[in-house]
């Protein structure tokens, strides 16, 4: 089982910066991918970013290329997802995940799950 535990979301005007963090437990954190998501009002999860346990690679959602860089600090088991140049429409839940299977996935399917940090950009 992996934990996982998000902080740093918050209220930002747009154009602005926040770096959002999310702690690992349980098992070998360097082992699993971790990858973030989120969730507008009455939209689906989406995905965010995600980087690979094994090699380190990285992908983003097209939202968020140029803006967003994911990264991971395996000494400390945290990821981070630094986002600026905020937009109104990123303003979401940001959802971390973890698993580790061979491929980095889109899809909302990954094994495990924070429970969320709320990201509000004002215009």
């Known amino acids: 089982q992996v934990q996982l535990v998000e902080s740093g979301g918050g209220l930002v005007q747009v154009g602005g910066s926040l770096r959002l963090s999310c702690v690992a437990s349980?098992?070998?954190?360097?082992?699993?991918?971790m990858g973030w998501f989120r969730q507008a009002p009455g939209k689906e999860r989406e995905f965010v970013a995600a980087?690979?346990?094994?090699?380190?690679?990285?992908y983003y959602a097209n939202s968020g290329k140029g803006r967003f860089t994911i990264s991971s600090d395996n000494a400390k088991n945290t990821a981070y997802l630094q986002m600026n140049s905020l937009k109104p429409e990123d303003t979401a839940v940001y959802y971390c995940?973890?698993?580790?299977?061979?491929?980095?996935?889109?899809?909302?399917?990954?094994?495990?799950w924070g429970q969320g940090t709320q990201v509000t950009v004002s215009s």
């Open positions: 995940a973890a698993d580790d299977r061979m491929v980095l996935r889109t899809a909302p399917v990954w094994d495990y």
């Open positions: 980087i690979s346990g094994s090699d380190g690679s990285t």
């Open positions: 349980g098992r070998t954190y360097s082992n699993y991918n």
